[in-house]
């Protein structure tokens, strides 16, 4: 008999892809080549990354042996992978912080919330109109486990807090997880 007897699960997959005609589908031949059964896309093309690319979120099912080869497949080919990870459907939410976020530590800002909610930073957005050293704010946007969102925001609103920040959350956040 087969001697793969492992079980197909959801990935989620986090691209950036250039925006040019023929990218996604291009970002979309390694899943097939590799047997994925792909679940669902999430293509922002209003959204620009940091680097100027299109953010890109695909779920696919595959086997962990599948699912390497078609990340694997993907880097390949060229195409930016961001996060690759088995994750269940993820949720993201956005949100606004200000205060003196330099002089706070915006690493150690981005850290604790990635370590303490078990979240993914997807993007990050800094401005600071009088340099570093006064008020800054940042856009964030995090992704996490499905379920996860008020857990999440418990976590940014703990460190906004401890760091003196304000927090614009979005309005929600009560019902984005169920």
């Given amino acids: 008999m087969s001697q793969n007897t492992e079980r197909a699960h ?6 950036e ?15 097939a080549d590799n047997g994925g059964n792909l679940l669902s896309i999430f293509h922002e093309r209003g959204s620009v990354t940091p680097r100027g690319h299109i953010p890109v979120e695909i779920d696919v099912e595959a086997t962990p042996e599948r699912f390497d080869d078609i990340v694997t497949g993907l880097r390949e080919a060229g195409i930016n992978v961001v996060q690759a990870g ?10 606004i912080v ?3 976020l330099v002089d ?6 981005l850290t604790r919330i990635r370590e303490e ?37 418990e976590v940014i609103r703990d460190i906004a807090d401890d760091k003196d920040l304000r927090l614009i959350e979005p309005h929600d956040v009560a019902g984005a997880d169920g």
């Fill in 98 to 100: 200000s205060g003196h």
């Fill in 10 to 15: 959801a990935h989620t997959i986090r691209l």
């Fill in 17 to 31: 892809l250039v925006d040019e005609p023929g990218e996604l589908l291009r970002a979309l031949e390694p899943v």
């Fill in 104 to 109: 706070t530590g915006l690493s150690d800002t």
């Fill in 86 to 95: 088995a994750e269940r459907y993820s949720e993201s939410i956005t949100v």
């Fill in 117 to 153: 909610s078990n979240t993914s930073i997807t993007e990050l957005s800094l401005s600071a109109p009088e340099g570093t050293r006064d008020v800054s704010s940042a856009r964030l946007k995090v992704s996490t486990a499905m379920g996860e969102v008020e857990r999440t925001m």
